[in-house]
Each structure stands twice: as structure tokens, then as C-alpha cells.
């Protein structure tokens, strides 16, 4: 256990919100995925660790308890290192292991999301297979700080592509899955920020050419607004 708590600036953003015996459970869940982390990278090559605070960070902004927190800081395991997850339920307890288990169960079940532009799916079937799973999604989480992870990780992943500035054919795929499955998820739990910047990041990557239209067209209003504004309180002032 972490006898005494020393919380980093960068660590900040993750414990926020939470009492101190908590931080201390939360920091030492990011010490116990510390070894395999720092040595890894998942899926989309973004480096575990990096990964792994970027969700808790999600969450935290939404003010999730602390088992979810650990849950999200730890799930990645499972894939990564079966045997340090193993280890989950006896190092930080039952109720954490099952999440990150059902986390797993989720991530393996939308792993075969077929999307609407697909060859060989037609775009009506593409859709309903996309409600299905979104149903399916909610059925099995009878927990559902589990769809909270799941829907962090997610924006976690679109956020470095953003941050990476990446364009490519897996950024589309994420994109599409991101728009089709996770943003309506969001908006069913009525998770606004997720979904809005779950919406907004999609656009981005499955639209590239016009989402740099229409960022384009927002900056140069914004523009417009602020010499508007600045003019005002020039003519106020020598008025």
C-alpha cells in the first residue's frame, strides 16, 4: 500500500475530486500497471501509459468514483499482460476486476463492428448491425461506469490522433465506429461532453477537407468578433 501520498503536478488531473485515501488506492493502481506500461504501446501505438492517464483524465473531468478511475487505469492489461491482470482482483478487489473484465468483454465485442460504407454491407444493414451493438452494449454493461470507460478510451484514442495530427485509414475506421456507436451511447447516458467532442473529433477524421473548411470559417468570425469588440471599447473609452 502508499504509506504516504505524493501527488505530482501531472498526477493533478486524474485525482482530482477524490479524498486522499483514494488518491492513494489510484496511484498505486498506476504504479501496479507501471512495469508493463511504460515498456508497451496499444493498438494504435499511442504508449500504454500515456494511454492509460489519458482515460482516468476523462473520467476524473466527469468526477467518476475511484474504482472507475482504476478501472480505466488498469484495463489495458488484459491484452497487454494476462498475468499482471490476473493479479487485479487481489491487489485492488473484486468490484474493480469485474469492470475491467467487462471492459475487456466490450472491447472484444466491438471488435467486429461492421461500418455503413463497408464493401459488401449494404448501408441499411451496416445501421442496424450499429443499433444492435449499441443495444447489445447496454445489456451487458449492468454496470455502467463499464460504457463510461469504454467511452473515455475512445475519446482518448481520437483525441492523440488529433494531437498527432494523423490522417489515415484507421483514424477513418475509428472515426466511423466513433460516430456510428460510441457518440449515440453518450447521448443515450446523456454524457454531453463526450458526445459533443466525440461528434466533433469524428467529423474531423471521417471529413477532413470540411471540417478544415468549417474550422477555417469559425476562426475568421472569431476574428471578425474580437476586432469588433476591441473597436467598441476603444470608441467607449475616448468617448
Known amino acids: ?114 461500418l455503413p460504407n463497408d464493401s459488401g454491407k449494404s448501408k441499411n444493414a451496416a445501421t442496424a448491425q450499429l443499433e444492435t451493438l449499441r443495444k447489445m452494449t447496454l445489456a451487458m454493461a449492468t454496470d455502467m461506469r463499464v460504457v463510461l470507460v469504454r467511452l473515455a478510451s475512445r475519446l482518448t484514442t481520437l483525441r492523440y490522433f488529433a494531437d498527432k495530427k494523423l490522417e489515415n485509414d484507421m483514424t477513418l475506421k475509428y472515426a466511423r465506429e466513433s460516430f456510428g456507436l460510441y457518440a449515440p451511447l453518450a447521448n443515450r447516458l446523456g454524457i454531453w461532453q463526450l458526445k459533443w467532442e466525440l461528434e466533433d473529433l469524428s467529423f474531423r477524421f471521417s471529413e477532413p477537407e470540411n471540417y478544415k473548411r468549417i474550422a477555417k470559417m469559425l476562426e475568421e468570425r472569431r476574428i471578425e468578433r474580437e476586432t469588433f469588440v476591441d473597436n467598441a471599447m476603444m470608441c467607449a473609452h475616448f468617448a
Open 1 to 114: 500500500m502508499v504509506s504516504t501520498t505524493i501527488i505530482t503536478s501531472s498526477d493533478e488531473a486524474l485525482t482530482t475530486g477524490l479524498r486522499p485515501e483514494e488518491i492513494a488506492r489510484l496511484l498505486e493502481a498506476q504504479e501496479f500497471a507501471r512495469t508493463v506500461y511504460e515498456s508497451k504501446t496499444v493498438l494504435t501505438g499511442q504508449g500504454a501509459m500515456d494511454f492509460a492517464r489519458g482515460v482516468v483524465s476523462v473520467l476524473a473531468a466527469l468526477r467518476s468514483d475511484v474504482d472507475t478511475r482504476i478501472a480505466g487505469m488498469l484495463f489495458e492489461l488484459t491484452t497487454l499482460d494476462d498475468k499482471r491482470a490476473q493479479q487485479i482482483e487481489s491487489a485492488f478487489g473484486k468490484e474493480v476486476a469485474d469492470m475491467v473484465n467487462a471492459i475487456h468483454q466490450l472491447m472484444r465485442l466491438h471488435g467486429g463492428v461492421y
